[in-house]
Nanobody
Framework: QVQLVESGGGLVQAGGSLRLSCAASGRTFSNYNMGWFRQPLGKEREFVAGITRSTGRTYYADSVKGRFTISRDNAKNTLYLQMNSLKPEDTAVYYC???????????????WGQGTQVTISS
């Protein structure tokens, strides 16, 4: 089991920035590829960004490319999502998740956090 706890969500104005964190415990964090997903109210959950376990290769949804940066600190068992130039359409509950695959499909992720709300005002 891997336990994941997100933090850092909140309310910011459009154009602002937020940094989300995801603290992992349980099994070895560095054994897992990690991802961020988000779910706007009334919509399906969607992939945001992913990072591989060792090389730190990153990949992003087109909607956030150039604005969001995913990173990880394996020594601190923590995943991050730096979000810049935020837009109202970025409003959602953001989840971190762990997988042994290289994937942007939520069904491939085994462990999930409880989510943190991000709200962007216009």
């Amino acid at each position: 089991q891997v336990q994941l706890v997100e933090s850092g969500g909140g309310l910011v104005q459009a154009g602002g920035s937020l940094r989300l964190s995801c603290a992992a415990s349980g099994r070895t964090f560095s054994n897992y590829n990690m991802g961020w997903f988000r779910q706007p109210l009334g919509k399906e959950r969607e992939f945001v960004a992913g990072i591989t376990r060792s090389t730190g290769r990153t990949y992003y949804a087109d909607s956030v490319k150039g604005r969001f940066t995913i990173s990880r600190d394996n020594a601190k068992n923590t995943l991050y999502l730096q979000m810049n130039s935020l837009k109202p359409e970025d409003t959602a509950v953001y989840y971190c998740a762990a997988t042994t695959s290289f994937s942007n499909y939520e069904n491939d992720y085994h462990y999930w956090g409880q989510g943190t709300q991000v709200t962007i005002s216009s």
